[in-house]
């Protein structure tokens, strides 16, 4: 007789969201440990073309409090990332197909990407704007290391 098994994959996705939250904390004490934006991000997408929305209900609340805990706008990762899935990501998926290779580009295309959707959001409704900072880069190139860790996880 078999006994109840809880789905293994469910658990990882739930404690690496556990995880996740954590770290985000632990970001406003120490400046130089990435946010994980662009992992987040990647993630996303990855599930997003993959049809699996599960990851989304631990994603969207991760957003969410990045957003609180960074002072941002509400709803604008969330916006963002569905500007970027429904009108960016097909056309350049279509051009290029799909391939692990570019990754590091939408890491890079996350923070800097984000970061443009706020500025032109703060010109178009005359709000503040975050500064610009040179550790967007230095948090890109960090985390293009670590997202072959997670995405080898998940």
Do not use: C, H
């Amino acid at each position: 007789m078999r006994r109840n098994s809880t789905d293994k994959r469910n658990l990882r996705i739930f404690f690496l969201a556990i995880f996740f939250i954590f770290y985000v904390a632990t970001t406003d004490i120490y400046y130089f440990l990435p946010p994980l934006f662009g992992i987040a991000y990647v993630i996303a997408q990855e599930k997003y073309e993959e049809q699996s929305f599960g990851i989304f209900y631990f994603l969207v609340p991760f957003f969410l409090y990045f957003e609180a805990n960074k002072g941002l706008p509400l709803l604008s990762t969330l916006l963002f990332i569905v500007f970027s899935f429904k009108i960016l990501l097909p056309k350049f998926r279509k051009f290029f197909g799909y391939s692990k290779i570019f990754i590091p580009l939408f890491i890079f295309y996350a923070y800097f990407g984000y970061f443009a959707f706020l500025y032109f959001f703060g010109w178009l409704f005359d709000a503040p704007t975050p500064q610009f900072s040179w550790f967007l880069a230095l948090y890109a190139a960090i985390e293009v290391i670590l997202i072959w860790f997670f995405l080898w996880i998940l």
